[in-house]
């Protein structure tokens, strides 16, 4: 009965004081005072002994709908050990460490406990301290690794200084945290004027404030720019916090919000060898109404279709929101040199170019993709 | 006013009749007697010209945020060669196709039209007729590996036969779509009984109707299976459609069916190097409230958290939609001998495996992940 089903250890918050079955379930009392109740079937579905989750993998192969739905509590107490001992009528025993069952109680209190202590966004404008990082340091320490990476999700833009100008030293960089997201523009992408450019990114106009591949399902979580050369005259950067912008759009003009956040519309992504098309809401909202992420760049952008009816007063929404996007208040502008490179939130903080003059000098930046998935996990292992 | 910012062709549906414009827009009347109202900014905004969209890459360089919000038409009228021309009150002009702009008209007619062309989902059960197709042909033949990516989209469950059983040989084999899709599993996984296994489909047990990595926020979209040796006893691959089971117990079990499309579950893929984790509902709903796809793998799932009062019926809706995908009704169940693959949308075809012997003879599987972005760019450029 020692396997636990997770890698993380669940520390004792309160030990428990005692237990009584109900009706379907049992009702224990934390010494705090608490009071969490566990159904019956959460209970089994939960077992972590040996026969219910394999040790190796720390993967169920017990399975819930395998119990009868009416599963039955014999016998419950608490152990010498501080665990919850259930003993089922069916002759299966389970013992469950106070730690880790106060860590997944459904009690309302437990519940909201736990999402009160999710992560939050620190929202940004023109004022922002950007965290800045060595190179040298993310690459050897765990410590540094580890603060760059909340500050990638919790701000999401960052700067590496010190960083080698040869190409691809992207790679070890973004390995540091998982594998790269592939793209039909590459492993890594070379950002520089090309005369036969499959995207204006590799032009040297000016590109608005957009996010990457929103012709995508799933837009590519984390951006890397990396500055091998930077001599051209132009090419600045800018940044805004897309979730600051959708926030401000939230108050001053709740309509053109909702509008926004309700309106899927069609982005595209089309050379000769490949046509990609994603449809979805310029500020698509979670499931509790936040804002999950803002999907916008024009120039991917297919011809709007919607009601008729709601074609005008979109089209407002829709001006008014890139309008902000260029309004002082938001924009962090700075000039890349060589040997730095931005990291940012690529679903939450749009990016723009400034036009560079490709005759004054030569500008040659290479970027690549990885995703909140591989964030987050790489998080949740440095923080075990 | 050549370029037009797509790389497919809009036949001339019918031509334009007339064209008369009115407080905020132009409305045009077609031969075959629609009328279709367009708006002043959309029109405006959908300029084909060249210096509204960039002829080498094919993308706006116009923002349509750039313009007066009361942008105003001078005249209208329809071209000799059949265009219809605007020309504004800023001095510009632009003419637009009348292929392409039947193909984008948004007036109810035609946006019914577009909805009732998208390709549609052919649901099957037990006694599905398996799509087949020769590796050879898919591999040299455009017009079969469309037929074949087609079957892929619309059935989601294929074969190939004739894969040559060298390791590796997924490879040339995917990217005839585009390029895989990594995850911490690697590029290729390798399916085979291990001693120190990180997933328990990396053991020979019995592993229950699931999709792939449900514990990341897109689950890969197609997955591929090939066969380089199966001389082991047992190890049966079976196969449901998981969208025919939602709308079997959306009729059969409403309650039960809103529950799994309204409460999102947590899953879980972890091991000593990687701790990944989603929540999302089992039956995520599309904006439209169709099935977008199926979620679920008992053995990567957390303890269910939710409203005490709502875990009772939602274990009961939980082990009755795991109870459905075993019901014989439903299951296509086969043995893959080497040199066949299973090439399925593992976003809606639940698969399974039945425990095999290790001991009785080798048993090896490659797979890999295209996603569905990569599926559905590819079926369109073969269509242009």
Sequence with gaps: MNAIADYRT???ISPLASAASFAGGVSVTWADGRISPFHNLWLRDNCPCGDCVYEVTREQVFLVADVPEDIQVQAVTIGDDGRLVVQWDDGHASAYHPGWLRAHAYDAQSLAEREAARPHKHRWMQGLSLPVYDHGAVMQDDDTLLEWLLAVRDVGLTQLHGVPTEPGALIPLAKRI?????????????????????????????????????TRELQPGLQFLHCLVNDATGGNSTFVDGFAIA????????????????????????????????????????????????????FLRAPFQMD???????????????????????????????GQLWCFDNRRVLHARDAFDPASGDRHFQGCYVDRDELLSRILVLQR
Tied chains: 1, 2.
């Design 308 to 338: 008729a009816q709601r074609m005008p007063d979109y089209y407002l929404a829709y001006r008014r929101f890139i309008q902000m996007t260029r309004e002082p208040r938001f924009c962090f502008t700075r000039r890349l040199e060589a």
């Design 247 to 298: 926030e401000a759009l939230r108050i001053e003009a709740p309509a053109a919000y909702r509008l926004l956040c309700e309106t899927p519309v069609e982005f595209r992504n089309k050379d000769r060898h490949s046509d990609y098309r994603c449809t979805a809401p310029v500020i698509p909202l979670d499931s509790s109404g936040e804002v999950r992420e803002i999907r916008l760049a024009n």
């Design 10 to 12: 669940f520390p004792l």
């Design 178 to 214: 998982s594998f790269i997201r592939e793209s039909n523009f590459g492993v890594l992408f070379d950002v520089r004027s090309k005369a036969d450019a499959d995207s204006n990114a590799y032009t040297a106009f000016n590109l608005p404030l957009h996010t990457d591949l929103p």
